[in-house]
C-alpha cells in the first residue's frame, strides 16, 4: 500500500499552494498517494500516514488559519511525522543565506505546537495588484521602490523538488 500524504496550505495570493501543489506532483512521482487541501478545509488527519502544512508568511507569521490548524490537531500531527514550511518575500532577497537564520526563526512558534521532522524555507512572489488591502498595496510599492523586494514570481521549483525528494526518506 502506497504511503498516504495530506498536504495542506494557507495561502493568500497563491505560492503556498503552488509550492504543495509541486510537492504532490513530485511526491506521487514516488509512488506516495497523496491529498492537497487548503488548510481551512481539513476535516481530519486520522487516515494519513504523514502530514506537510505550509504557509505564507504575514508580518513574520504563519497565516492565522494555519495556527488554528496546529492547535486543532497538535496531538495526532505529534504521533506521525509531520513536515512544515513557509514561504516569504525575504528568501527572494539577494544574498538570501544571510537571512536564513531569521527566516528560520519564523518558524519557532510552530515548533513550540508540534516540532516538525523537517522545515522549508522558499522564496515566493509578490504580486502588489493582487493585495485586496490599500495599505497593504502602499506598503509593498514602498518596499519595492527602496529595493528591499523586487515584484514578480521567485518561486524556485528546483528547491522545493529538493526539499520533496528528501522528505520522500523521512515521511
Ligand atoms: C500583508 C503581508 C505581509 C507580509 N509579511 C511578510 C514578512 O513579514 N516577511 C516576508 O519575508 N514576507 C512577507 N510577505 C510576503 C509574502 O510572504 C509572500 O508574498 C508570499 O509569497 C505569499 O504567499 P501566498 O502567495 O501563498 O499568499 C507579506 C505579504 C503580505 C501580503
Not at 500500500?1 to 503556498?16: C, D, Q
Not at 502544512?53 to 508580518?59: L, M, Q, R, V
Request: aromatic share 10%; hydrophobic share 40%; proline share 4%.
Amino acid at each position: 500500500m502506497p504511503k498516504n500524504i495530506l498536504i495542506t496550505y494557507a495561502s493568500y495570493t497563491g505560492s503556498a499552494e503552488t509550492i504543495a501543489g509541486f510537492i504532490s506532483s513530485d511526491l506521487e512521482s514516488r509512488g506516495f498517494k497523496t491529498d492537497l487541501i487548503p488548510i481551512n478545509e481539513v476535516k481530519e488527519i486520522s487516515s494519513y500516514d504523514a502530514v506537510i502544512a505550509g504557509s505564507a508568511i504575514h508580518s513574520g507569521r504563519w497565516l492565522p488559519e494555519a495556527f488554528d490548524f496546529l492547535e486543532s490537531f497538535r496531538e495526532q500531527l505529534s504521533e506521525k511525522p509531520f513536515a512544515a514550511y513557509l514561504v516569504c518575500m525575504t528568501m527572494a532577497m539577494k544574498n538570501n543565506e544571510k537571512y536564513l537564520q531569521f527566516v528560520s526563526d519564523f518558524m519557532i512558534p510552530v515548533r513550540e505546537i508540534v516540532k516538525p521532522v523537517s522545515e522549508g524555507l522558499f522564496a515566493g512572489k509578490l504580486e502588489i495588484k493582487r493585495l485586496p488591502s490599500l495599505s497593504d498595496k502602499i506598503k509593498f510599492r514602498i518596499s519595492v521602490a527602496a529595493g528591499v523586494w523586487k515584484e514578480g514570481d521567485h518561486i524556485n521549483r528546483n528547491e522545493i523538488i529538493r526539499w520533496s525528494e528528501s522528505l520522500s526518506h523521512i515521511l
